[in-house]
């Protein structure tokens, strides 16, 4: 019925989903549902698109899109430190990642 990336990503998608709601019951990410579907579309596009320009650019609109509401927690003052840390460490490791690849890509065409 399904093959084998299929299940991989069933696998990662559901994972995902129960990780990020037990991180927002204990508040220990300021991550949304935005956040959710972004990180599910990279799982895709990992999967399906590995080592392509798609899913590296998508893995930088990603970790954006992760910071995007850290950086509002630091504009309100929030005192939800652990989430800050634990969403900039998750975003910047990202960034890196697929920026890198990205720029290493770009620089061998």
Same mark, same amino acid.
């Given at each position: 019925?399904?093959?084998? !990336? ?15 709601? !037990? ?53 309100? !003052? ?32």
């Amino acid at each position: 019925m399904f093959n084998s !990336q299929m299940k991989t990503l069933l696998i990662c998608v559901g994972c995902l989903a129960l990780a990020l709601s !037990q991180l927002n019951t204990y508040e220990l990410t300021h991550m949304d549902v935005l956040a959710m579907l972004s990180i599910s579309a990279l799982f895709v596009s990992i999967i399906f698109f590995y080592d392509k320009l798609f899913s590296y650019v998508w893995g930088c609109i990603t970790a954006i899109i992760i910071l995007v509401p850290v950086f509002i927690a630091w504009l309100e !003052q929030s005192l939800n430190y652990k989430a800050m840390i634990f969403d900039s460490i998750v975003a910047v490791s990202l960034l890196v990642l697929c920026g890198f690849k990205l720029l290493k890509m770009i620089k061998n065409k």
